[in-house]
């Protein structure tokens, strides 16, 4: 079974800091991938980025990054220069189809507030 | 482009009503997937069907049904409607080839 464990229940930043969204992720599999999205207020779920465990150099899309350290298991979400359209709730991950259910399993979510 | 529609968006059910909440989506994907999320968690898959005429038990099955009626629909059926089945009920879909999934608007469903 997959176990994503988000640790920061609720981070407040200022706009246009960088922010960092610990991910730490539990697997047996050797394949897998993991996901980041993002749940507004309006509370539809919007993919951010993903990573794949074989992707030797960590996944971007604009202003998100993923910080990926296989070793420490770990999939941390970085946002540069962050707005305040970024608060939003949001979600790690993982997919992996051995060995059990198919499908997403993701981890409590971080709620994060910018502040102007 | 309408990618995963569900409906409906909000209903309310008495204890022991029965209701189904449909889903579509038009992307030609393999896998669909129901996902419930409670108030402090994240997403918790109820059921999912890898291909048409397939389907299987996620985390939380109990109190569901599901019927993968073709390639696009997949239905989540509540038989006997539950308070504990107050949630926030998400379809989504993906294919093998392409990582990510889609998801629906959501179906805020409140049974009292």
């Known amino acids: 079974a997959q176990k994503i464990t988000q640790t920061q229940p609720g981070m407040f930043v200022q706009e246009k800091e960088a922010v960092t969204l610990d991910c730490t992720y539990d697997t047996s599999d050797q394949s897998y991938g993991l996901f980041w999205y993002k749940q507004p207020s309006s509370g539809e779920m919007i993919f951010l980025i993903y990573?794949?465990?074989?992707?030797?150099q960590n996944a971007t899309e604009g202003r998100y990054s993923l910080n990926f350290q296989k070793a420490r298991k770990s999939a941390n979400l970085v946002i540069s220069a962050s707005q305040l359209g970024d608060s939003a709730m949001y979600f790690c991950a993982i997919y992996s189809s051995g060995g059990g259910a198919d499908g997403l399993t993701f981890g409590k979510g971080t709620h994060l507030i910018i502040q102007p | 482009n309408a990618g995963v529609t569900q409906t409906p968006k909000f209903q309310v059910l008495k204890t022991g009503q029965s209701m189904t909440l449909q889903c579509a989506q038009d992307?030609?994907?393999?896998?669909m997937y129901w996902y419930r999320q409670d108030p402090g968690m994240g997403l918790r898959l109820i059921y999912y069907s890898a291909s048409e005429g397939t389907t299987d038990k996620g985390e939380v099955p109990n109190g569901y049904n599901v019927s993968r009626l073709n390639k696009r629909e997949f239905s989540l059926r509540l038989e006997s409607a539950a308070p504990s089945q107050t949630s926030v009920y998400f379809c989504a879909s993906s294919e093998i080839s392409d990582p990510e999934a889609f998801f629906g608007q959501g179906t805020r469903l409140t049974v009292v």
């Open positions: 992307m030609n994907h393999n896998s």
């Open positions: 990573q794949g465990s074989y992707d030797e």
